[in-house]
């Protein structure tokens, strides 16, 4: 049974990091036992760099708790899901991963339901937040960067709440595979598959144009 483990949320904050670069960031959001969930994100969660952060297609960050443990090895690190965010994640999740969350996935969880709509893109801030400086590029090349939703009906989440998927659209189209799609390993029939899905995020279908552009 998949369920949420922790909730976090942040407010916009400076934070000066170990190599000292100065960001204003809501990265290393705090957890809290529940919280209301609007068309736009959680109550009480801010967003820094709206460019490339929030809106209705990014509106929550989920991350799987077997991808910490995973990138706990990949990167060397002991980071606890548990504690201060350490990739900017408001959920983390049993049971669901990149392997079997796909795009267009609808899941309810207690009376709010959101709709899957792209993996999550990392940045450079993971390293800085990390003080790894392969935090970003392993986050990417592993796949295991969790996945953004939209808020389809708005409520409250609480800790423990059983998440429950009500459809699957594109059974073809996980977070796993759609990551893949912008590296080297995709193909034009593969892109252009993702880029018929209508509920794909448009962000993410112009980063798969672009990597389609590279295709002869």
């Excluded at 483990?5 to 000292?20: C, E, H, P, Y």
């Excluded at 959101?114 to 990390?130: A, D, F």
């Excluded at 590029?137 to 989440?157: A, D, M």
């Amino acid at each position: 049974m998949a369920q949420i483990l922790v909730i976090k949320i942040g407010k916009v904050q400076t934070l000066t990091f170990a190599d000292g670069s100065i960001y204003e960031t809501a990265i290393r959001k705090q957890p809290v036992s529940q919280v209301v969930i609007h068309e736009l994100g959680a109550e009480g969660n801010e967003v820094a760099l709206t460019k490339h952060h929030g809106g209705v297609d990014k509106a929550l960050l989920f991350m799987a708790d077997r991808s910490f443990t995973q990138l706990n090895q990949l990167l060397a690190e002991n980071f606890s899901y548990d504690n201060t965010a350490i990739y900017g994640e408001n959920f983390v999740v049993s049971d669901l991963n990149e392997d079997n969350v796909c795009v267009g996935d609808r899941f309810q969880i207690g009376d709010v339901v959101l709709e899957v709509s792209q993996p999550r893109k990392p940045c450079e801030r993971l390293s800085k937040n990390t003080n790894n400086e392969g935090t970003q590029r392993t986050v990417f090349n592993s796949g295991l960067t969790g996945w953004y939703v939209r808020v389809i009906q708005t409520g409250t989440i609480r800790q423990g709440d059983e998440v429950v998927l009500l459809n699957r659209p594109y059974p073809a189209l996980t977070i796993r595979h759609l990551n893949r799609l912008l590296s080297t390993q995709s193909d034009r029939q593969s892109l252009e598959q993702a880029l018929a899905c209508d509920v794909l995020a448009a962000a993410f279908k112009r980063s798969l144009q672009s990597q389609l552009a590279k295709i002869k």
